[in-house]
């Protein structure tokens, strides 16, 4: 049995397929196995993984249709034979240390379930995409269990080929998840609520390689609005049971879009909450715009912090605080 199986989707990933393996090859950690399951690649790359295959025999390949990334990772995770698993995307670069300190850390830390690293961005695109680079800022900041709950709502807290997870938790939540939307958030979502502990190793550990066929960009179940819709299922679930209505703090662009989305989703917004005077006393859509003195009156909300400038989720939490309000509990940060 290999210490860690690497799940390894491909479809298509020509020449920077070469450079993923070979990272994986120079791992300081070699007792691995990379089980890569060919989703219906046309571009050579089946013949890529053949070779590697033949060569080293700590590379299993699977070949199947091309059914989608949800439906490969879970192929991979069904026919792993370690008790931890490594995501790898076939475009992506381990560096040397990589699994072998996942590992190591996952060994001294019974409790944690899933374990990631900080992540560097390279690629063609990358120095132009601010706003990845802004996630990849934030992400990279959240080091802990505590501080990944806190921000849970905002984003995916972690870069999902940057992971290592224990294979009996993602059995235990059914495995991936095939729907319109981000199967790697919706895991790790159903696998905070299911109450497995979480950790991110503070070493720049992966290469995450932007570029213009990156899903994010060009497939629908990764764009925002979908991001949101998982959200809000949970919070459904989580914290708006009973009619809980929402308080949204934020009459932006931002409070704006998530007003909108949950009361399309049947959920009852009872105001916005804002400290820009030009705004404070008009309805949006119906639902008054309330100032701070006038926050106890939504007792039994749920606040959702919905802003975005820098520095602005800070401000509102100290406020919050002030007037009562427990954070994770009456107020969550989303995005």
């Known amino acids: ?114 374990v990631g690293c900080r992540v560097r961005l390279t690629g063609s695109v990358a120095a132009g995409n601010q706003g990845m680079r802004d996630y990849l800022a934030w992400q990279n900041q959240l080091l802990d269990h505590q501080a990944m709950a806190r921000d849970l709502f905002v984003e995916s807290p972690l870069v999902h080929p940057s992971v290592i997870m224990r294979a009996e938790a993602l059995t235990a939540l059914g495995g991936y998840r095939a729907f319109e939307g981000p199967e790697d958030y919706d895991l790790w979502l159903r696998a905070f609520e299911a109450g497995y502990g979480f950790a991110k190793l503070p070493q720049v550990l992966l290469d995450w390689r932007d570029s213009e066929r990156r899903l994010t960009r060009c497939d629908s179940r990764y764009a925002p609005e979908r991001f949101r819709a998982l959200k809000i299922e949970v919070l459904g679930r989580r914290y708006l049971r009973g009619g809980r209505p929402v308080a949204v703090w934020g009459a932006g662009p931002i409070g ?55 520095g602005a989720r800070s401000r509102i939490r100290e406020v919050a605080a002030g007037l009562g309000l427990v954070d994770g509990v009456d107020l969550l940060a989303v995005a």
């Open 1 to 114: 049995m290999p210490r860690v199986s690497v799940l390894l989707p491909v479809r298509d990933a020509g020449p920077v397929l070469n450079e993923c393996l070979s990272s994986l090859q120079a791992q300081t950690l070699t007792d691995l196995e990379v089980v890569a399951v060919d989703d219906g690649s046309s571009d050579g790359s089946t013949e890529r993984l053949s070779a590697l295959a033949a060569l080293d025999p700590r590379c299993r390949l699977l070949r199947t249709p091309a059914q989608g990334l949800p439906a490969a990772l879970n192929a991979a995770a069904a026919a792993a034979r370690s008790p931890l698993l490594a995501r790898m995307d076939a475009d992506d670069i381990a560096h040397p240390q990589r699994l072998a300190l996942q590992v190591e850390f996952l060994d001294a830390h019974p409790e944690i379930a899933v």
């Open 256 to 310: 704006k879009g998530w007003a909108r989305a949950l009361q399309a989703s049947g959920h009852s917004v009872c105001g916005f909450v804002e400290v820009d005077r030009r705004k404070i006393g008009r309805r949006i859509g119906g639902t008054p715009v309330l100032g701070l003195a006038e926050v106890p009156q939504l007792s039994g909300c749920l606040h959702l912090a919905a802003v975005g400038q820098p």
